[in-house]
């Protein structure tokens, strides 16, 4: 069982920065895959951003690649994801998932354990 507690969302203006972080309990998070997704209002919950248990390797959906970045710090049991040249379409509920096996996935199914989400909020 894994418990994932998102934080680091608020209102930042358009071209702005912000930072998420999801700190993950249980003693095998590393043995995970995460991944980072965002739903917007009236809208389906879309991919965002994955990496692997080890984390070499991270994938990413079109509409971030460049600007979003992914990392893990297995010892702190913890996903980021660095968000920067923000737009107001990147405003949505985000949220971070756990999968296993280790191998990173783009599909809401393929993931095991979800938190509750963090809002991001971007203004033009």
């Known amino acids: 069982q894994v418990q994932l507690v998102e934080s680091g969302g608020g209102l930042v203006q358009a071209g702005g920065s912000l930072g998420l972080s999801c700190a993950a309990s249980?003693?095998?998070?590393?043995?995970?895959?995460m991944g980072w997704f965002r739903q917007a209002p009236g809208k389906e919950r879309d991919f965002v951003a994955a990496?692997?248990?080890?984390?070499?390797?991270?994938y990413y959906a079109d509409s971030v690649k460049g600007r979003f970045t992914i990392s893990r710090d297995n010892a702190e049991n913890t996903v980021y994801l660095q968000m920067n040249s923000l737009k107001p379409e990147d405003t949505a509920v985000y949220y971070c998932?756990?999968?296993?096996?280790?191998?990173?996935?783009?599909?809401?199914?393929?993931?095991?354990?979800w938190g509750q989400g963090t809002q991001v909020t971007v203004s033009s």
């Open positions: 249980g003693r095998t998070f590393s043995s995970y895959a």
């Open positions: 990496i692997s248990w080890s984390g070499a390797n991270t």
């Open positions: 998932a756990a999968r296993s096996p280790g191998l990173a996935a783009t599909m809401t199914g393929r993931y095991d354990y």
